[in-house]
């Protein structure tokens, strides 16, 4: 199992995703792992088999969508009525990149059986 605390500049973002693919090998249901925090950034994050991960490297990567509001209050609208205007939702990434980037975060881990397997991590903003 992974379990930790990921944040933002210092601040937790509740679903801030984080996404763990292995360095070598193929990628399969026990060595994918997807999670996300809540509002005090703690981490849980699973294979797409179960709990924990297999053994191994993995690259680590981010993403924090929130919605672009350009300082307005952004509009819920209710789903079982209809809407004739173009009315999109307008999000925009928190992660910088590398750290956004599935090939290219400079965040690597290894998961094993007699490790904590605890991801303790601070993203920069930039």
Request: net charge negative; aromatic share 6%.
């Amino acid at each position: 199992q992974v379990t930790g605390k990921v944040t933002l500049d210092g601040k937790p973002y509740e679903r801030l995703l984080v996404y763990m693919r292995p360095t070598e090998g193929p990628v399969d249901q026990f060595r994918m792992g997807v999670g996300e925090t809540d509002a005090d950034g703690v981490l849980t994050l699973r294979s797409t088999a179960g709990d924990g991960l297999a053994e191994g490297t993995y690259r680590v990567s981010f993403s924090c969508m929130v919605p672009k509001s350009g300082g307005k209050t952004v509009e819920v609208l209710d789903p079982s009525e209809k809407h004739d205007d173009d009315r999109k939702l307008i999000t925009v990434e928190l992660v910088p990149m590398p750290y956004a980037s599935d090939a290219e975060s400079p965040v690597v881990v290894e998961i094993g059986d007699d490790q904590s397997n605890e991801l303790i991590y601070d993203i920069p903003a930039k």
